[in-house]
């Protein structure tokens, strides 16, 4: 598999169906059975002479879950900015559901259905549990603020509505208890879970995860695993980045990885974990010893 090789194209798709066997995007025959939600074309960014993403390609599909890794320093965050808009594009496009965003500011491509969360836990500390996510779903209410100043009653409805929604997600989390208490009295990895459920009440249809799992313990990443894979059944297309290459394995349909800001392979999680390029530059040697490939859990969830 080279770099520049498509893993979805029909030609190679009859590989891809054997190794991971539910595709949504991909019917019996190997053919691609919708656009991409996602497509980014050609994506360069360069920060004072360093180039930290160089014409990169990049697709997801309605109901996939896919994963961007490599080291430290590979590009993998400023693609996510660019994707988002909080980077502009030196050139290149970005396309959401085949309509273009480049240019368009990070709370209208939000608006879109193209929601993130970041790096860096972003919660609202000197609110409530249940107010960092209010804020999300806010994103979509229909009053106008003036209209939620005054109280109108159009206005305390959709406010009484957004508190159940809140409360509902904060329940099939397991945080409904803590849903008054402010979020800076959450453990880490429970604020963690809180920026995720703040974006999720946004109602995203494609949801940027920027390393979700970082700092948690393995049996919070367990849990942050099942919750992807439950998110990817309401269906909603994941984006993540992460670290953990035993979790990104364990969920992704497919995986893009980068290397000083170059693609350098792209696949099943099966391919590019077989890849030299891979190994070389990320995995290390001795990788398929020590670290089998996991089975494919994304049939299942």
């Known amino acids: 598999m080279t770099g520049g090789s498509d ?30 939600i996602l497509e980014g074309r050609g994506l360069r960014k360069s920060f004072g002479g360093v180039m930290a993403v160089a014409a990169v390609d990049l697709q997801a599909y309605t109901g996939e879950i896919v994963a961007l890794i ?29 309509r273009s965003i480049r240019g368009l500011p990070p709370h209208r491509i939000a608006t879109l259905g193209l929601v993130r969360t970041f790096q860096n836990l972003q919660v609202f500390g ?5 107010e960092n996510v209010m804020v999300g779903c806010h994103l979509r209410s229909r009053a106008g603020f003036l209209a939620a100043a005054l109280r109108l009653r159009q206005a305390t409805a959709e406010e009484h509505q957004i508190r159940t929604r809140g409360l509902g997600l904060l329940q099939r989390v397991g945080l409904a208890s803590r849903a008054e208490d402010l979020a800076s009295n959450l453990p880490f990895g429970q604020q963690r879970l809180l920026e995720i459920v703040r974006a ?24 942050l695993g099942d919750l992807i894979r439950e998110i990817r059944q309401d269906g909603v297309t994941v984006l993540i980045v992460e670290h953990d290459v035993d979790m990104v394995m364990g969920l992704a349909h497919r995986v893009y990885v980068l290397d000083y800001g170059q693609l350098i392979a ?32 994304v049939g299942s969830g």
Request: proline share 8%; glycine share 14%.
């Open 200 to 223: 999720l009440a946004s109602g995203p249809r494609l949801l940027m995860l920027d390393e979700p799992g970082a700092g948690l313990t393995q049996q919070e990443k367990s849990g």
């Open 266 to 297: 792209q696949g099943t999680p099966q391919q590019v974990q077989a890849d030299p390029r891979v190994i070389e530059a990320y995995l290390g040697a001795g990788w398929g010893q020590e670290n089998p490939a996991p089975e494919a859990s």
């Open 126 to 130: 000197s609110m409530t549990v249940l």
């Open 7 to 36: 893993p979805g194209t029909p030609s190679q798709a009859s590989e891809a169906v054997s190794q991971v066997m539910e595709h949504p995007w991909v019917d019996e025959m190997g053919e691609l059975t919708e656009q991409a």
């Open 70 to 98: 490599g080291p430290n320093g590979a590009g993998k965050t400023t693609m996510f900015n660019l994707i988002s808009g909080v980077h502009t594009l030196d050139s290149g496009e970005v396309l959401f559901d085949g």
